[in-house]
């Protein structure tokens, strides 16, 4: 696997400058994956299956040449969603962009399926088991933390519990979400306060 440099145009956006993924004998391309993730969701009639998409995810090895079009990186913010595509209203595929040092407050996923590859850098992911309805308030119990490095895919839905993703690295990491069905962007979603466990609705 060799490495690829940003363009000039790209460089003032960035921190610091990360070592980009390239694969040349790339078999299943970056433009497959999004058409299979289409193909599997674009029918009404056929129920969404996790296991495949994630199936899919993994199928796919990271080559910055192909997403770099989707790439857009805000510094002012912890981290930049970029919209790849909205699957027949079934599921929202995205590029995020995570800054150093910087990432997401904790949160859930709206009763959707949430499946996340990453593409370059790592992100550290902490899981919180979820509060109950009518549950004393109190600090959030971690589940579990992992460290997700480039081609690793993961899978969290509020079965699963709250999470919160992390850039903990010194270069801009990057991942491709897809939330399926969209329901965070229909109807919005919950962040939590990590010492107190109090949710807070965030509108669409």
């Known amino acids: 696997m060799t490495s690829v440099l940003l363009p000039t145009s790209t460089l003032s956006t960035l921190p610091t400058l990360p070592t980009l993924p390239t694969s040349p004998t790339t078999t299943y391309s970056f433009h497959q994956l999004v058409q299979d993730i ?3 969701l674009g029918n009404d009639g056929i129920e969404e299956d996790p296991a495949h998409l994630i199936s899919l995810m993994n199928r796919y090895s990271s080559d910055a040449t192909e997403w770099m079009r989707y790439f857009h990186n805000d510094l002012s913010r912890g ?10 209203g079934r599921a929202n595929l995205l590029l995020l962009v995570w800054n150093p040092s910087k990432g997401s407050p904790v949160h859930d996923h709206a ?3 949430c499946i996340m590859k990453i593409l370059s850098g790592q992100l550290t992911e902490t899981v919180f088991q979820a ?11 971690i589940k579990q933390e992992s460290v997700r490095r480039v081609n690793e895919t993961a899978y969290i839905s509020d079965d699963i519990g709250l999470h919160r993703m992390w850039n903990n690295g010194q270069e ?3 991942s491709l979400h897809l939330y399926t069905p969209p ?5 919005g979603f919950h962040i939590f306060d990590e010492e107190t466990g109090q949710a807070s609705h965030i509108k669409p």
Do not use: C, F, M, W
Request: charge should be neutral; charged fraction near 15%; hydrophobic fraction near 35%.
């Open 183 to 187: 329901n965070a962007a229909d109807y």
């Open 131 to 141: 509060p109950e309805a009518g549950e004393s308030k109190g600090p959030l119990q």
């Open 172 to 174: 801009v990491a990057v």
């Open 111 to 113: 009763n959707a399926h």
């Open 79 to 88: 981290y930049t969603r970029n919209s790849i595509a909205n699957i027949n």
């Open 38 to 40: 289409k193909a599997h």
